[in-house]
């Protein structure tokens, strides 16, 4: 298996041919700020270690369920959230 040295900063064909996806698709994934990136006029660039970090992080909706769970036994919540509707005017369940 080949490996090549990548720069820190890298374009999007060669993020295409780090990740073994088509320049399309990473397109589409940073158009929707779900790959790390920046448009530069015409032009994508990417931190490689940025790309690395993505890689290996999980999914911001895992991140959130698990950072829910958190506070599964926080006895306070319950009056927390009523002061929050309260401030806000409105009731807690849609009517």
Known sequence: MERFTLPEVITLEEVSEYLRLS????QRQALLGKLPGRKIENEWRFLKVAIDDWLCSQSSRSTLLQQAGTFADDTSLAELRTTIYQARGRSEVNE
Request: no cysteine.
């Open 23 to 26: 320049v399309e698709t990473l």
